[in-house]
């Protein structure tokens, strides 16, 4: 059975950088089509944040794209995000998430963290 | 591409038959998929590729669409699907997802 986890912190301060990883289970980290992360601030809806393939290549949400970046480690078998320079605006749960099954959606998902940005 | 759901609220009563839209800002074939998420957890996915339903999920949901309009029908209401739905688009990145359709109990 496939299981992500998400981990990290859970309190960045301003203008530092967040960093989260996503451990994989159940499923090769290079057997699956993409590998993403989504957040959602309290109480607001879903936001893509972005996608990684095995081959490395990476597709991001415009409006985070000079803040953030997405990584595979294979032999830990896990993917990460960092987002710098955050604001109180990036507090949201953040979700990892993957499409193993087909492309055309997102088919598993990790429980979610709640990352505040505080002082 | 922009998604817009509507509505955005929805109250209904158990049993009842219930339609949520995805309206597309630019046309496309079928790489839409709809998710449930229940307040506290994760998104679960319900049905990817506009129709095709999610192992595991049951038959009383049902997707249809294509190009710029896509909806959801869950055929008889029951007290476990209350809760919010969203579309998503994997079919031109960036992905996008609808704001989300919130059901409610009538």
């Known amino acids: 059975q496939v299981q992500l986890q998400e981990s990290g912190p859970g309190l960045v301060k301003p203008s530092e950088t967040l960093s989260l990883t996503c451990s994989v289970s159940?499923?090769?980290?290079?057997?699956?089509?993409?590998w993403g992360w989504i957040r959602q601030p309290p109480g607001k809806g879903l936001e893509w944040i972005g996608n990684?393939?095995?081959?490395?290549?990476?597709y991001y949400n415009p409006s985070l794209m000079s803040r953030v970046t997405i990584s595979v480690d294979t032999p830990k078998n896990l993917f990460s995000l960092k987002l710098s320079s955050v604001t109180a605006a990036d507090t949201a749960v953040y979700y990892c998430?993957?499409?193993?099954?087909?492309?055309?959606?997102?088919?598993?998902w990790g429980q979610g963290t709640l990352v505040t940005v505080s002082s | 591409i922009q998604l817009t759901q509507s509505p955005s609220f929805l109250s209904a009563s158990v049993g009842d038959r219930v339609t949520i839209t995805c309206r597309a800002s630019?046309?496309?074939?079928?790489?839409l998929a709809w998710y449930q998420q229940k307040p506290g957890r994760a998104p679960k996915l319900l049905i990817y590729?506009?129709?095709t339903l999610q192992s595991g999920v049951p038959s009383r949901f049902s997707g249809s669409g294509s190009w710029t309009e896509f909806t959801l029908t869950i055929s008889s209401l029951q007290p476990d699907d209350y809760a919010t739905y969203y579309c998503?688009?994997?079919?031109?990145?960036?992905?996008?997802f609808g704001q989300g359709t919130k059901l409610e109990i009538k």
């Open positions: 998503q688009q994997l079919n031109t990145y960036p992905y996008s």
């Open positions: 990684i393939y095995y081959s490395g290549s990476t």
């Open positions: 630019q046309a496309f074939s079928n790489y």
């Open positions: 590729a506009a129709s």
């Open positions: 159940g499923s090769s980290i290079r057997s699956g089509y993409f």
């Open positions: 998430a993957s499409a193993i099954s087909n492309s055309a959606a997102l088919d598993y």
